[in-house]
């Protein structure tokens, strides 16, 4: 069935360094891949997202990578800083339009 | 505000018991989505309704779940006989179509639900 895997759980920066968070899916028809940030409490908010004819995208602070080949795509969080600290999850979607498959999550701590 | 509301945000029942729960989308979205989170976990699919009819319910563990949305605003998802694997965050989620992969979703603040 649909997967999607992320990687690493756990991601401990210190703040202003970079953090990268990696996911790779399983199904080819997957044409849309959000990325979501979940803090404690609250539902998953959307932060950014790229399309399967885009190879990346970038928001001020955040970027999104794609290589469709390879079924991978990442987040780029620079400049980190304390409020980034969340629960972060990659996401695809597929041409049915409807059913998103999350990843697992990136726990994302960012020190002072 | 604005956003996806859910009712009530934490609930705890007894095994056995049954329990509804409330979500109120965005005004105006037609879709409507509610998935499950465990501890730990990312959110995991449902159902999905389009408008008043569930167009996919293949994310329902087993029939013991049950979601309506009779008018096709608000929505209750429905457990009968509540198992302590029950026990997650249900999430709630709506977006203003559902025709193409790229409508956003807007989630809920979600209900967490203990089952003693």
């Known amino acids: 069935g649909e997967n999607v895997e992320q990687h690493p759980s756990t991601l401990s920066v210190q703040e202003g360094d970079s953090a990268v968070i990696k996911c790779t899916y399983s199904?080819?028809?997957?044409?849309?891949f959000p990325w979501y940030k979940q803090e404690l409490g609250k539902g998953p908010q959307l932060i950014i997202d790229?399309?399967?004819?885009?190879g990346e995208k970038k928001d001020q602070r955040i970027a999104v990578t794609l290589n469709k080949t390879a079924k991978h795509f990442s987040l780029h969080i620079t400049e980190t800083q304390p409020e980034d600290s969340a629960v972060y999850f990659c996401?695809?979607?597929?041409?049915?339009?409807?059913?998103?498959?999350f990843g697992a999550g990136t726990r994302l701590f960012v020190k002072a | 505000g604005a956003g996806v509301s859910q009712t009530p945000s934490n609930k705890v029942t007894e095994k056995g018991k049954y329990v509804e729960l409330r979500c109120d989308p965005i005004s105006g979205h037609t879709a409507l989505y509610w998935y499950r989170q465990s501890l730990g976990q990312g959110p995991e699919f449902l159902i999905y309704f389009q408008g008043t009819g569930a167009a996919d319910d293949s994310g329902l563990p087993n029939d013991r779940f049950f979601a309506v949305r009779p008018e096709g605003s608000v929505s209750t998802l429905k457990i009968q006989r509540t198992e302590r694997g029950d026990s997650a965050v249900y999430l709630c989620?709506?977006?203003?179509?559902?025709?193409?992969?790229?409508?956003?979703?807007?989630f809920g603040p979600g209900t967490r639900l203990t089952v003693l």
């Open positions: 989620a709506s977006s203003l179509y559902a025709t193409t992969s790229y409508n956003e979703q807007f």
């Open positions: 199904d080819s028809a997957s044409n849309y």
């Open positions: 790229i399309r399967s004819n885009v």
């Open positions: 996401a695809a979607r597929g041409l049915g339009g409807f059913k998103t498959i």
